[in-house]
Structure formats: structure tokens, C-alpha cells
């Protein structure tokens, strides 16, 4: 039990376009979501907070008009990279988590932006 | 600041050695401490620990807590080649739900 998937696994856009990216508990309802960031050879970055209904909570730094986040309901979350430019490029990861509080990680998403 | 510090930074052994990871946190509001490994892609979760002196055990992998030292450590005993991954360790923080993550030790298994 307790999965969580990524779609799409990766990504190569353009400079300037938007890429949407879903984050889905396919056992579980998902109370909160949480999207990372890793860069290479780093650790994971937390970008935002998100629970199901409400507005995500970013975490100082990152930009709420830049990295859109949608929690619409107990098994989806998106993020959309809106006008993605080459620095936006890295591994976005979410992870999930119910009613025990664990987190349980997608397998991530790397975006390529050329 | 609540903080995750990890060490070493990075292990290379050969296959059948036995390896201890260290994780010591500072977390205000700690709740548990967590054990993930990564090769490729995301994290995929080894233990959860909660409760001092209890050791958790999956195959050759074995953890413990100590709630009075601030410490985790990671044990892997008769390494192999697969094991070679980052380990990371997180502290959950009860407040704000956050895991705030150790900076990730690189362990490589050699035959």
C-alpha cells in the first residue's frame, strides 16, 4: 500500500513554457502533499506545503507565481513550472501523506528546460 | 535552527564490510526520525523511528534512536555491490509536518 505516482517521469520543454506536473496517491487519501526540489548531488528541497482545499504554503525563497500548486482533491496534486526557464531544469519529487503522518515519496519528475 | 547533520559524508568499502551511518538532529519539535535511501530517482523509505533504544531490522539493515543524545545511526552488515546509494536521514518535525533532511551520506560498495 501507501503509493504514490509521478506523471509525467520526465519532461524537455522550451524556454518560456509551462509544464504541468501531477502528483497522485493511488491507495491512500492524501491530507497534505508536499513538493521537493533536488539539485544534483543534494539533498531534497522542500518548495511547498499543500493540503487538500486550501492554498499551499511555500517555503521562503520559492515563488508562488512561478511554481503554481493545486491540491484539488485527497488523491491529486499538481505543480505547474509556469514560464520555465534552463535554471527552473532539476528533479521535482512530491510526497504524500494520510492519516499516519509518513511520507510516502513519488518517484519524481525531471524537467529539462532548453 | 533546526537542523539535520549526517555524517560521513561519503563511504567506500568492499562488499561484505559492515557500515554505520550517523544522523544527529536538532529539532525543536521533533516527532521521529526517518531513514530513506536513493540511487536513482526518489527516496524510498527504509525505517521510521519513535521511540529510543528500539531497534528496527530489515534484513541486513538495522536502525536505532536515541532520544537523549539526539542521534540515529544506520547499520548495514555483509555489504553489497546494490547497496551502494545515498542514505538520507529526516527528522519530522510534529508542528509544521515538515521533514528536514540531512544533507545525505554517499555510500559506495566495491566487490
Known amino acids: 500500500g501507501a503509493v504514490v505516482s509521478q506523471h509525467p517521469s520526465w519532461v524537455i520543454c522550451k524556454s518560456g513554457t509551462s509544464v504541468k506536473i501531477e502528483c497522485r496517491s493511488l491507495?491512500?487519501?492524501?491530507?497534505?502533499m508536499f513538493w521537493y526540489r533536488q539539485f544534483p548531488k543534494q539533498s531534497l528541497m522542500l518548495m511547498a506545503t499543500?493540503?487538500?482545499?486550501?492554498?499551499?504554503?511555500?517555503e521562503q525563497g520559492v515563488e508562488k507565481d512561478k511554481f503554481l500548486i493545486n491540491h484539488a482533491s485527497l488523491t491529486l496534486s499538481t505543480l505547474t513550472v509556469t514560464s520555465a526557464h534552463p535554471e527552473d531544469s532539476s528533479f521535482y519529487i512530491c510526497?504524500?501523506?494520510?492519516?499516519?503522518?509518513?511520507?510516502?515519496f513519488g518517484p519524481g519528475t525531471r524537467l529539462t528546460v532548453l | 535552527e533546526d537542523k539535520v547533520v549526517q555524517s560521513p559524508l561519503s563511504l567506500v568499502v568492499h562488499e561484505g564490510d559492515t557500515v554505520t551511518l550517523n544522523c544527529s538532529y536538532e529539532?525543536?519539535?521533533?516527532?521521529?526520525l526517518l531513514w530513506y535511501k536513493q540511487e536513482k530517482k526518489a527516496p524510498t523509505f527504509l525505517f521510521m523511528l519513535?521511540?529510543?533504544?528500539i531497534e528496527k531490522k530489515s534484513g541486513r539493515l538495522s536502525s536505532i534512536l536515541d532520544k537523549k543524545e539526539l542521534f540515529s545511526i544506520l547499520n548495514i552488515t555483509a555489504t553489497q555491490t546494490g547497496d551502494s546509494a545515498i542514505y538520507l536521514c529526516?527528522?519530522?518535525?510534529?508542528?509544521?509536518?515538515?521533514?528536514?533532511f540531512g544533507t545525505g551520506t554517499r555510500l559506495q560498495v566495491f566487490p
Open positions: 491507495d491512500f487519501q492524501a491530507t497534505t
Open positions: 529539532v525543536t519539535n521533533f516527532r521521529s
Open positions: 529526516a527528522a519530522d518535525d510534529y508542528n509544521t509536518d515538515k521533514l528536514i
Open positions: 499543500s493540503n487538500e482545499g486550501s492554498k499551499a504554503t511555500y
Open positions: 519513535t521511540s529510543s533504544g
Open positions: 510526497s504524500a501523506s494520510g492519516d499516519t503522518d509518513t511520507q510516502y
